[in-house]
C-alpha cells in the first residue's frame, strides 16, 4: 500500500493539518509590534532622508518665495565641496584609531579581572566598571566639563597647568569622557562571553600545567575574540556619530567650533534650516559609516581564517 505525499506531510512535520495557518499567524503577531516601529522610526527617516538630500531650494528673483524643487545630486556636490565636514569626518577617524583601541584594551582587562579566580569583591567591581554607563552622555560631559575648566576644577593645580579644553588636548578630553562611559558596556559585552566557555576547557588546560597568565592570553581572549570584534564595531559606528560630548562641551571651550565632527555639522546646517544639505550629510555620513564597518569585518575575517 501507498501513500501520497499530502497524507505523508502532516505526521512527518509533526503539525496538525490547519494549525499551519493559526502558527503563522501567532509568529505575524508577535512580530508585528516589533516591524511596525521598526518601519515607522528607522526605515521610514532613512527613506525620507534620502528624498530630502535630492531637493534644493530655488527662489523666483532675489525676494520671490522659496520653493523645494527636485535638484539630483545638487546637494551632494556641496558636501564633497565642504572642507570643513571632510575635515571633521579625518577628525573623529583619528580619534576612533587612537579611543577605540585604548577603551576595548581596559574593557577587556577588566573582564579578565572580573573572570580571575584571584579577585575578590567582583559584585563591587562589576557595579564600579559598568556605572558609569548608566549616567547620560550629555550629564557625563558636563561633570568632566567641570573637572576640566581651570576656574570651575577642585584640581586647579592640574587645570591651571594642562589645557584640557584648548585646541590640542579638547578632541583627547573627549576621547577620556567616552572611554570613561562606555569601558563598562563594552566590558559586559566581553565578560558575558567569557562566562559562556565551558569551565572544562579551563580544568583540562590546568591539568597540562597552564598558569592563570596562559590561560588568559591563550584561551580566554582567543575565545572572545568574536565579542572583541563586536564590540569594535559598536566602537567604529559611534565613533562616527559623535554627538552629545562636543556639543555639551562648546559651552565650556571655545575650541570646539560648529563642525567639530560629523554629526555636529549636521545638526548646525539643519538649524540654519538647511534640511537638504543637512540630510545629504547624513546620508554620505550612513555610506561612510557602513564602508568602514563592512571593512573592518572583512579584515577580521580574513586575518581570523587566515
Known amino acids: 500500500m501507498t501513500s501520497t505525499a499530502s497524507e ?3 505526521p512527518r512535520l509533526g503539525i496538525p493539518r490547519g494549525k499551519g495557518r493559526g502558527l503563522g499567524r501567532s509568529i505575524a503577531v508577535f512580530i508585528a509590534p516589533f516591524a511596525i516601529l521598526y518601519l515607522l522610526f528607522y526605515v521610514v527617516p532613512i527613506i ?3 528624498y530630502q538630500s535630492l531637493l534644493t531650494v530655488k527662489r523666483e528673483g532675489t525676494f520671490g ?3 523645494q524643487v527636485f ?8 558636501v564633497f565641496q565642504d572642507g570643513d565636514f571632510w575635515s571633521s569626518v579625518l577628525r573623529v577617524v583619528l580619534f576612533g584609531v587612537v579611543q577605540v583601541p585604548i577603551m576595548l584594551g581596559l574593557a577587556l582587562l577588566f573582564a ?3 573572570d580571575s579566580p584571584l579577585l575578590k569583591g567582583k559584585k563591587f567591581f562589576r557595579l564600579a566598571f559598568f556605572a558609569p554607563y548608566a549616567v547620560p552622555g550629555v550629564i557625563a560631559a558636563i561633570m568632566w566639563g567641570f573637572l576640566y575648566s581651570p576656574s570651575l576644577s577642585p ?4 587645570t591651571k597647568n594642562v589645557g584640557f579644553l584648548s585646541a590640542d588636548l579638547v578632541l583627547w578630553a573627549i576621547a577620556n569622557i567616552v572611554t570613561w562611559v562606555y569601558v563598562g558596556y563594552n566590558m559586559l559585552i566581553i565578560y558575558s562571553s567569557l562566562l559562556a566557555i565551558p569551565t572544562e576547557i579551563y580544568e583540562a588546560a590546568k591539568l ?11 584561551i580566554k581572549i582567543p575565545l572572545v575574540t568574536p565579542a572583541i570584534i563586536l564590540t569594535a564595531v559598536f566602537s567604529i559606528i559611534g565613533t562616527l556619530q559623535l554627538l552629545a560630548e562636543p556639543q555639551t562641551l562648546r559651552s565650556f571651550s571655545s575650541a570646539i567650533s560648529s563642525t567639530f565632527t560629523p554629526n555636529l555639522a549636521v545638526y548646525t546646517t539643519a538649524s540654519v534650516p538647511n534640511y537638504s544639505l543637512a540630510a545629504a550629510f547624513s546620508v554620505v555620513l550612513a555610506i561612510a559609516t557602513f564602508a568602514l564597518s563592512f571593512t573592518f569585518l572583512k579584515l577580521t575575517q580574513r586575518r581570523a581564517f587566515a
Not at 535638484?71 to 556641496?78: K, N, R, S
Not at 584640581?155 to 592640574?158: E, N
Not at 597540562?208 to 591563550?218: I, K
Request: proline share 0%; hydrophobic share 55%.
Open 8 to 10: 505523508l506531510k502532516g
Open 155 to 158: 584640581f586647579t593645580a592640574i
Open 48 to 50: 525620507y532622508a534620502v
Open 112 to 114: 579578565l579581572l572580573l
Open 208 to 218: 597540562d600545567g597552564a598558569n592563570n597568565w596562559q590561560v588568559a592570553w591563550q
Open 65 to 67: 518665495v522659496a520653493q
Open 71 to 78: 535638484g539630483g545630486f545638487t546637494q551632494y556636490a556641496l
